[in-house]
């Protein structure tokens, strides 16, 4: 798409925190954010006008933690072909 630079986050290391299920319990909370932390770095490092993902589970962790707006790829292209 024309105008849209993507900066992928690889590596294995790189986890939202929210594991499924997991994220969702009370008693796992904070060992959810302790696993998210690398990635939250690394994202507000990036400084990023958006997120993309295609996880749900992503999504709402990434809601929760940054001030960036987070959208399904499927969002961006109906960006893209609407104007």
Partial sequence: MPGVHLEPVDGSL????????MGFKR???ETSLHLGHRLMEKIQALAPERLITDCLSCRLQFDQLLPYKV???V???NE???G
């Fill in 27 to 29: 008693d796992f909370h």
């Fill in 75 to 77: 969002e961006l292209l």
């Fill in 71 to 73: 959208q399904h790829p």
């Fill in 14 to 21: 790189y986890c939202c925190g929210m594991a499924g299920i």
């Fill in 80 to 82: 893209a072909v609407s």
